[in-house]
């Protein structure tokens, strides 16, 4: 599986886009980039899921580069409720236990 | 609908003690993990059932760590002999689709806090 590097914390004021990169320099042509989300004492979350295309759902928005190298997260108007760790997990077709890694601290603040 | 639920939500146990923590599934999930999460870290995979048959238990730390799912809905993982190391938060996700990277939404409970003292 293909290694991930992300920020250790980042923090957003409420109300703005948090924007939460996530590089996979190593991911294969096979593997899909999910995002997922640990809001404190709770289990984690799916959040979006994608290829190589731009993806977008009610939660977030999720740009991956053209050479699948780097991907970044984007919650468009960051609230309170979205104070969590952010996961960024390669998912190869042969598998699917998750591997998440340390993730991204997120700190949204009033 | 209902979520995936685990019981209990907080164990205490005396090192050496047994301890077997439950995990009930979304009704009609086929798959089922288990994840172990220490104190600051991401969760970590212990094993996965494919209805009742369990498929990988390539994390399982050592043979202390026992998990089973005989009727293809609920699960327990039971741990014997419980040591310190053992003190972590466990986790139980299910997912309807099979080894299918296209789609792999699971959903996790809330986790059973661990507590070896």
């Known amino acids: 599986d293909a290694k991930t590097t992300q920020p250790t914390s980042m923090d957003c004021a409420e109300g703005r886009a948090a924007n939460l990169p996530c590089n996979h320099s190593t991911i294969s042509g096979n593997e899909y980039v999910y995002w997922y989300r640990q809001i404190h004492s709770q289990g984690p979350q799916y959040i979006i899921h994608?290829?190589?295309n731009n993806e977008t759902n009610e939660m977030a928005s999720l740009i991956i580069t053209e050479d699948r190298k780097s991907s970044t997260l984007i919650l468009p108007h960051a609230t309170l409720r979205d104070t969590a760790v952010y996961y960024c997990i390669p998912l190869q077709g042969s598998g699917d236990k998750l591997t998440f890694g340390t993730g991204t601290r997120l700190a949204v603040r009033p | 609908g209902a979520g995936v639920s685990q019981s209990p939500r907080y164990k205490v146990a005396k090192r050496g003690q047994d301890v077997a923590l439950r995990c009930d599934p979304i009704s009609g999930h086929v798959s089922l993990f288990w994840y172990q999460q220490a104190l600051g870290q991401g969760p970590e995979f212990l094993t996965y059932?494919?209805?009742?048959?369990?498929?990988?238990k390539s994390g399982l730390p050592s043979d202390r760590f026992f998990a089973e799912r005989p009727e293809g809905s609920v699960s327990t993982l039971k741990i014997q002999r419980t040591q310190q190391e053992d003190s972590a938060v466990y986790l139980c996700?299910?997912?309807?689709?099979?080894?299918?990277?296209?789609?792999?939404?699971?959903?996790f409970g809330p986790g059973t806090r661990l507590t070896v003292l």
């Open positions: 059932f494919q209805n009742e048959a369990q498929l990988d």
């Open positions: 994608g290829l190589k």
């Open positions: 996700a299910s997912s309807r689709t099979v080894r299918r990277a296209s789609y792999n939404e699971q959903f």
